[in-house]
């Protein structure tokens, strides 16, 4: 698949299949997400990956909400579940958060979040970031030290859902050139 195929077929999918994805499968995805860009090459990111049922599915609760009917509900149905955790930036990172206000992990960890779907799409896996989640209950599950931030989990598996058409906004409305 091209890039520009691969950006059209991606898409969030919220069915699996109840089948396996090897790990090897998820060391491609992991190695080309390995040398994604992040501001100063701070790199402040770990990958957890939870294949393991009943830690997968401790996960996925923990992705859910009484409050949202449905909230992340399919996750328990994917194999695989992502958590993508912020590290430490590097002192340079840190410096430019500083001065410019910005914070530059957050993006960092976007641009991963996509690799990882991206190279999951090519690996013809489906995938759904998600962002609502239970912080403090995922890491009481893997252990992740109190001062770390889970910025997303992401759940991998052998898609059932049919390809859907993308709903966004019109180019005219996001683009323009020289001028806001
Ligand atoms: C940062 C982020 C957080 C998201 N959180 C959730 C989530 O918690 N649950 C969910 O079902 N989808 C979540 N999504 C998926 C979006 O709803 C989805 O990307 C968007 O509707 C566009 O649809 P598409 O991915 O199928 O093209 C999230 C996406 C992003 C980028």
Known sequence: ??????????????????????????????????????????????????????????????????????????????????????????ATARIGNLLKQRHFAHMDLGIAASYITLAATEEGLGSCIMGWLDERKIRKTLGIPRHRTIALVIALGYSTEEKKSKKRKPMDKIRSYNHY
């Not at 060391?27 to 939870?50: D, G, H, K, M, Y």
């Open 1 to 90: 698949m091209d890039f520009h195929e691969l950006a059209r077929t991606r898409q969030s999918d919220r069915k699996y299949a109840d089948t396996p994805v090897p790990r090897e499968v998820i060391e491609r995805i992991l190695e080309t997400t390995r040398i994604a860009p992040s501001a100063t090459n701070s790199q402040p990111w770990r990958f957890v990956v939870v294949d393991e049922p009943d830690i997968k599915n401790q996960v996925a609760d923990a992705l859910t909400t009484p409050l949202v009917k449905n909230m992340n509900q399919f996750a328990r149905e994917a194999p695989v579940l992502i958590v993508v955790v912020e590290e430490s930036a590097n």
